[in-house]
């Protein structure tokens, strides 16, 4: 039986990201992926709809990513490994139906001018609270690490200031921003980033999300790799490589084997096992991790139970279209052409009421359309003087039961292809009002419902590409389930990562992070020894 260190089930960006710093610590790991390419949602395809045109399939903006922990320990390999980073001055926008548009960029001045002294005022105030509040996104919650950062919350803001902090983190988005900003443009500009965080603006700490996302784009912008997320995924797979680390594709995990309480090897779907000396960290969800790869009796009942109970959230659609010109936005602002991801939807109560119809099962009269232009940072993607378009629909049931719009014939109560190409064609139509050119620029589309995602990658189920839902009662201290918060497991040696776990999905590599910091932590009379005064860490 082959053996390693450690072994990592799926290669999502939290599996590659952990086992190219846990292979730079000296492990052995062996990275299985199901699908025929490492990645997980970073899937970079050439030629998808038209040669010389390379696509995102899934994910593509890489700001969590470029602004993790992660990335500056892994960066000097990156670098040398020729992964290149390229970013804007204007990350977003949001283009309404009257033709006018508001923009955020990544600088202070810029932006308090477009929504006023209100910007400036909530940027300090976040400033004053952000070591709080990023740390409680990359900090394991529930260890020593969570309470030394609830002390020093406490020794920062007082007994009062922690309690007003705390509310703050619970309000909604919509709390927030008619609390703060009298100006519904800043409304309409900064209310669906709260969607790329899995919420609808009036969910708790939906506030605290939005004010995370805002003031980062500011400080980070848009960065994307050059040429593709496909660069990143090579670089991580070559640091694993060249440490004597294994990457296998269509690798299916069946099993997870379990002897004494300790996880020690894995089983594949043709039968091979590896054995994990050290660890198994699996980048699963809790449905698949409690329901399928361990065997019954594994873990305590009120486990399993907690699993089951675990909740998706709504459905996704993305839609590629490859267009033989620049888009000619309507309203002639000509920086909306030069801005990455560009929100068109009517404002806050737009989004709301998108939310709220997919909740209820019905595809949206008006969703929310997230309109991505790689090609306004990452000219390399597209033919000189052509143009890609990333489209996503956030707000989408996972088994439609109706059309708020009363238009598209949902009895099947699935996502079929026909559904699916009509809906696409909806969207396109009302996207056609704001790109004028549009239609006649048009060189070909490729459309994903959430039926096609959830088959792309069983960690997205229903079509939710988060991995489960990110309401508060299943986020932060309570992610993935209030049974197992947090990454380690019932099983010792079993580590649960991935989108499912705390910090949440996204391409920040949070909880491969945490659990290979975990992991090659120094002993604990070394870590006590490193502190004493005139010590060298
Ligand atoms: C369409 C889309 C757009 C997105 N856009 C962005 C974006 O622009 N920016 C951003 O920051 N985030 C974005 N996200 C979210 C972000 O990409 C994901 O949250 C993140 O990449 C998830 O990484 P992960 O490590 O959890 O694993 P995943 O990417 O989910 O990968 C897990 C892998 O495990 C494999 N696997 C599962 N079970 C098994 C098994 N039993 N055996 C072997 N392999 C298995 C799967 O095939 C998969 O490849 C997007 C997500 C999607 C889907």
Known sequence: MAG??????????????????????????????????????IRTVDGLIAPGFTHEVFSSWHPLWTGS????????????????????????????????????????????????????????????????AFGVLGTELWSTAGLALGRRAYRQFGRQGLVEFGGRVLGSARDWLTETFADERAHGLLAPWVLHTGLGPDQASSGFMNQVIACALQ???????????????????????????????????????????????????????????????????PTQLYGRLLREGEVPERVNEAA???????????????????????????????????????????VSR??????RGLLPVEATIVCGQPVAVDPSRAPEGSWILWLQLQELPPRPRGDAAGELNTTAGIWTEELREA???????????HVENLATATIGRAVLSPADLEAANPNWVGGDIYGGSCALDQNLLWRPTPATPGHETAVDGLFHIGASTHPGPGLGAGSGYLVAKRLTRPPLPRRVLSRLPGRRT
Not at 74 to 100: C, H, I, M, Q, W
Not at 120 to 132: E, H, I, L, S
Not at 316 to 343: C, F, K, N, T, Y
């Open 354 to 359: 998108a939310v709220n119809e997919a909740d």
């Open 423 to 433: 809906y696409a064609d909806r969207i396109l139509a009302r996207l056609g009002d």
């Open 219 to 285: 400080l980070g912008g848009m960065p994307v790799p050059k040429g593709g997320g496909i660069r990143l995924v090579e670089g991580l797979a070559a640091i694993v490589r060249d440490a004597g680390g294994e990457l296998r594709t269509e690798a299916e995990v069946e099993q997870i084997l379990v002897s004494g309480g300790r996880a020690t090897a894995v089983r594949l779907d043709d039968g091979e096992c590896l054995r994990a000396r050290r660890a198994v960290l699996a980048n699963v969800t």
């Open 308 to 350: 089951r109970r675990f909740r998706y959230g709504r459905g996704e659609m993305q839609i590629h279209v490859a267009m033989s010109e620049l888009p000619r936005w309507r309203g002639g602002d000509e920086r909306l052409a030069q801005v990455p991801v560009v929100h068109v939807t009517p404002g806050l109560d737009g």
């Open 69 to 132: 922990p992660a990335y500056a320990e892994l960066k000097p390999d990156l670098d040398r490994l020729g992964v290149e980073y390229l970013n804007t001055e204007l990350p977003t926008a949001t283009a309404f139906p009257d033709g006018s548009s508001a923009f955020l960029s990544t600088s202070l001045e810029a932006n308090t001018s477009e929504l006023g002294e209100a910007w400036a005022r909530q940027f300090d105030d976040f400033m004053g609270k952000a070591d709080v």
């Open 4 to 41: 390693f260190d450690a072994v990592f089930v799926g290669s999502g960006i939290n599996s590659l990201a952990g086992a190219a710093l846990l292979a730079k610590s000296g492990w052995r790991v062996c990275v299985l992926e199901r699908a025929d390419r490492l990645g997980g949602a």
